[in-house]
């Protein structure tokens, strides 16, 4: 059974902090996705991360692939309270391409 | 351009009921995905549909049933609804093909009295 474990689960930080949220495996993934999810709504893809070792920017947020394609992480600079949601990794397993298998989520906080 | 669209946004049902749940993908997109998300947790993947047939198929007992019509709308269907049963469900379309993105819909809440 493929599983992905996300940390920490809770993170509330002051406006202007910077942040990591992990993303662990132990089976390897080929491709793996961040999702944001604000409540009430449903998830909204952020980026996704294919080749391991790979890094992608999306303006204050940096997203990085481990070497081999069993963990990820999400860096944030400089928070807003606009970042404030549950964050979410999701990865498309190896073997089956069509089952895309998330991770518990990381409730992030900003405040102001 | 509409997005993904589900149907009913809330739905209230007793113990033993059954449920039918209703998708309309984004424009262009012939592929759908059910995921259950309970209160705190990430969604659960529950199966896909692809050409009208199931394609995969997460953890889920057969009380949990679906389909695809020609216009690659999608049902999800749970029958003899269980108090655990009490979650969001999450419709998601893509195209077909390796690392495509998923679009997902605001899902519909579904509470078991």
């Known amino acids: 059974t493929q599983l992905l474990e996300q940390s920490p689960q809770f993170l509330s930080i002051q406006e202007g902090e910077n942040l990591t949220v992990y993303c662990n495996s132990s089976?390897?993934?080929?491709?793996l996705q961040w999702y944001r999810q604000e409540p009430g709504e449903g998830p909204v893809l952020l980026v996704t991360v294919v080749t391991g070792g790979e890094v992608k920017k999306l303006k204050r947020l940096t997203f990085q692939f481990g070497d081999a394609r069993k963990d990820s992480s999400l860096h944030i600079t400089a928070a807003q309270p606009g970042d404030t949601g549950l964050y979410l990794c999701?990865?498309?397993?190896?073997?089956?391409?069509?089952?895309?298998?998330f991770g518990p989520g990381t409730s992030l906080s900003v405040i102001p | 351009d509409a997005g993904v669209t589900q149907s009913p946004t809330h739905l209230i049902k007793t113990r033993g009921q059954q449920v039918t749940l209703r998708c309309s993908p984004k424009?262009?997109?012939?592929?759908v995905s059910w995921y259950q998300q309970a209160l705190g947790q990430g969604p659960q993947f529950i199966f896909q549909y692809y050409e009208e047939e199931e394609r995969q198929r997460g953890n889920f007992p057969d009380r949990f049933s679906g389909h695809q019509f020609p216009n690659y709308s999608s049902e999800l269907n749970v029958n003899a609804l269980l108090l655990g049963d009490s979650a969001l469900y999450l419709c998601a379309s893509s195209s077909r093909g390796h690392y495509q993105p998923q679009h997902f819909g605001d899902g519909t809440r579904l509470s078991i009295l």
């Open positions: 999701a990865g498309e397993a190896k073997t089956s391409y069509d089952k895309v298998i």
């Open positions: 424009s262009g997109h012939d592929t």
């Open positions: 089976s390897v993934f080929s491709s």
